[in-house]
């Protein structure tokens, strides 16, 4: 009898130690929600600047120009970053925690980092689903969805090429997803975001035809190019020249002493007229094929701000396509 | 006039941009704008494997049973449940059989910036606990952990909540509880259920700080309380333990494949309840350099008193890892065990090859 009443007082104690931490945890609840980083209500959200948050720099470009004084907005990863190997640190759940917005390149490009971000930021407003979160892949055209996916043929992207915004093209359906889901998030400003997003797609529309023309200008369109990684389809269709080979066959994996034999007799005899790299992978293999071929090595930067000076997503192209220019004006 | 023609039919070519390009279609790829066919539904969960083999060879017999070992198969099953919640499975099978190492389900953003898990899950106790033993870059585990928290670790079934604190310099601070089943006596050395009532209370608090963009630092101190074992009972009917943390990490953003430095340091000490009760030490450190994209070298140093033995023991371990790719980690592993008690080192030499099948997890940070 004794042992049964010891059993339930202890069983008490349990239940008082848990009550004890429920009420801990909602006091603790109710000191954040006391403080400014408390839930956006949509009142509040019309009074202040709506925070978003991209992983990459473009998307981030193309908010501002879609939010305007709107909103503030801040970038995951750096220009300079590979987006694949980006760190989920802490501190970027304190950024997310607060953004009304979440806007993901999509399509697995940053699977090894954002979901974990996502879940751990405790902000149900821009998970998966929610108002707050976008896909800038929804209306866009994907380029390399394999038929079938295997680890056989490296680090693929089973939902297709996720480097789409090096096409300018895609810039109009990245700034369409943020539009949507800006609209969405402060939908008593819709009709801004529609104004600044038609303004947009306007100077894009613009600015493509002069960018193939000075394209065409310096030659490399309708080229045999090389590629490291496979970044670079969307810009090859943009700009219209042909990837034939890469340095990287299979997505991370480093290339075999074969592979990049064959691929020096390749440039040496396939009129290749160029060896496009990424600015964020490490330069001495590309270089020593590039003296073994004669042909010339362009490192170019894949993001805006991955260097001074460019700071839009027009930007970007214009300064990619002078360093081209560089490259061939240089190698003649 | 001809400038709105011009555009148009820009606007035009923008909304056919499938008419662009001089591409060769690829025969691995499925027609463009269709998604990736297979044989299951696009609803399953996530379902990996991680494998882990390890030979062994040396005169230290408590290292490893066999000569050569598949010490695990992990798979794991993780999905969202609703749009509320998710749910990860992590099932372990080895030698000794199939268990549930982890089945949680994880209430994502409660009001008040909460979160909150249900289920049984590694206990939140320092830093190291938390990963699981194929994914740790080491073939063993530090001596004090196996000494304070058990071969496998510390693990619990019940409740966890976690908070981010607010502070004014905006940094990731959190404070996490758990409140769930004391572990199995045949599973850890200190703590022991003798009632169903019994519990394990834990909590951990961390602070993170981005010191420079490359530079960052993370600090913890963790505190778990439950009934001790019989053994430990002079010592005071429940056995408390503390384990103070942090991590130190270098990694250039612009060449973040390449290089990087992780210095992780642990310390801990477990107390009896009763006053004056013995105290216990032990602690690890170690240092994991990225030296080129697919090759680190390592190095870690243990010490600790053990609350089954009088003498301390100590212990140092060097490796080489090398990743054909991101999924596969192969490491050579040298060790040596001080005993105190016997006064004699034990030397052991490892190899482990830790491979994963499945769909691109997240790279734990």
């Not at chain 1, 939902?159 to 800006?182: E, K």
């Not at chain 2, 606007?11 to 790829?29: E, F, I, K, W, Y």
């Not at chain 2, 598949?70 to 749910?87: G, H, M, N, W, Y």
């Not at chain 2, 994880?106 to 909460?114: N, R, V």
Request: one cysteine or more; hydrophobic letters at 40%.
């Amino acid at each position: 009898m004794k042992s049964n009443s010891r059993e339930w007082a202890r069983t008490a104690a349990t239940l008082l130690r848990a009550v004890a931490l429920g009420i801990a945890l909602a006091l603790g609840g109710t000191v954040v929600t006391s403080t400014k980083q408390e839930l956006i209500r949509p009142a509040q959200a019309e009074t202040r600047a709506l925070r978003v948050v991209t992983t990459t720099e473009d998307l981030a470009a193309i908010a501002r120009e879609i939010g305007g004084s709107r909103v503030t907005v801040e970038s995951i990863c750096r220009g300079y970053q590979d987006p694949h190997f980006v760190d989920a640190k802490p501190s970027f759940m304190v950024t997310l925690k607060r953004a009304d917005l979440f806007v993901e390149v999509g399509r697995d490009l940053e699977v090894g980092w954002a979901p974990g971000l996502l879940n751990g930021a405790r902000n149900p407003r821009i998970l998966p689903g929610a108002a707050g979160f976008v896909d800038a892949s929804a209306q866009v055209e994907i380029l390399e969805i394999p038929a079938s996916v295997s680890r056989a043929h490296g680090d693929v992207h089973p939902f297709g090429n996720p480097h789409y915004w090096l096409d300018p093209v895609n810039g109009a359906g990245i700034a369409r997803a943020i539009r949507d889901g800006l609209a969405r998030v402060a939908p008593a400003d819709a009709a801004l975001f529609r104004e600044r997003c038609a303004d947009f797609e306007k100077r894009l529309a613009e600015a493509v035809p002069r960018l193939e023309a000075r394209a065409r200008e310096i030659g490399i369109t309708g080229a045999r190019v090389v590629t490291y990684h496979r970044s670079w389809s969307y810009f090859a269709r943009a700009f219209g020249f042909e990837v034939v080979n890469f340095v990287e066959p299979r997505p991370g994996i480093p290339p075999s002493p074969n592979h990049v034999a064959d691929l020096t007799t390749q440039m040496k005899q396939g009129r290749v007229k160029l060896l496009i790299m990424e600015d964020f992978f490490d330069p001495r293999l590309p270089q020593k094929i590039a003296r073994d071929t004669g042909v010339p090595l362009v490192i170019l930067p894949t993001s805006v701000g991955a260097e001074d000076g460019i700071r839009s997503y027009f930007d970007l192209f214009d300064h990619q396509l002078t360093r081209i220019a560089q490259a061939l004006k240089g190698a003649k | 006039m001809l400038r709105s023609i011009a555009t148009a039919l820009v606007v035009a070519a923008l909304t056919a941009p499938a008419a662009r390009g001089a591409s060769s279609p690829d025969p691995t790829l499925a027609p463009p704008g269709t998604t990736p066919s297979s044989g299951s539904s696009l609803t399953n969960p996530a379902i990996s494997v991680i494998g882990w083999f390890q030979a062994v060879a040396g005169n230290d017999s408590s290292a490893q049973q066999n000569q050569f070992e598949f010490k695990e198969a992990e798979l794991s099953f993780q999905a969202a449940v609703d749009p509320f919640t998710r749910a990860d499975f992590f099932l372990s099978a080895g030698p000794e059989g199939l268990e549930v190492e982890e089945a949680h389900i994880t209430w994502l953003a409660l009001p008040g910036g909460g979160q909150a898990q249900l289920g049984k899950f590694r206990a939140d106790f320092g830093k190291f606990n938390r990963t699981h033993p194929p994914e740790t870059p080491f073939a063993d585990r530090p001596l004090s952990t196996v000494a304070f928290l058990g071969e496998e670790g510390l693990s619990t079934t019940g409740l966890a909540a976690s908070l981010l604190l607010p502070n004014p310099f905006g940094l990731y601070w959190d404070l996490i509880a758990n409140l769930g089943t004391v572990p199995d006596a045949a599973e850890n050395p200190l703590f022991e259920a003798t009632t169903r009532s019994d519990a394990l209370i834990l909590g951990r608090s961390s602070l993170f700080f981005p010191l420079r963009e490359s530079v960052d630092l993370n600090l913890g101190a963790s505190y778990a309380n439950a009934p001790a074992q019989s053994a430990l009972q002079s010592q005071g009917s429940h056995a408390q333990l503390g384990v103070v943390d942090a991590t130190l990490r270098w990694k250039n953003p612009r060449r973040s494949i390449y290089r990087s430095l992780m210095v992780q340091v642990e310390i801990t000490g477990e107390q009896g309840s009763a006053r004056g009760a013995q105290r216990l030490l032990g602690g690890f450190g170690y240092v994991i350099y990225q030296a080129a994209r697919h090759w680190k070298i390592g190095a870690r140093y243990d010490w600790t008193e053990r609350p089954d033995a009088p003498e301390h023991s100590s212990g140092a371990l060097a490796l080489v890892q090398y990743q054909p790719s991101e999924f596969s980690t192969l490491s050579l592993q040298g060790r040596r065990v001080h005993d105190a008690a016997a006064d004699r080192d034990f030397d052991s030499a490892f190899f482990k090859w830790t491979f994963n099948i499945g769909p691109h997890g997240a790279h734990p940070y």
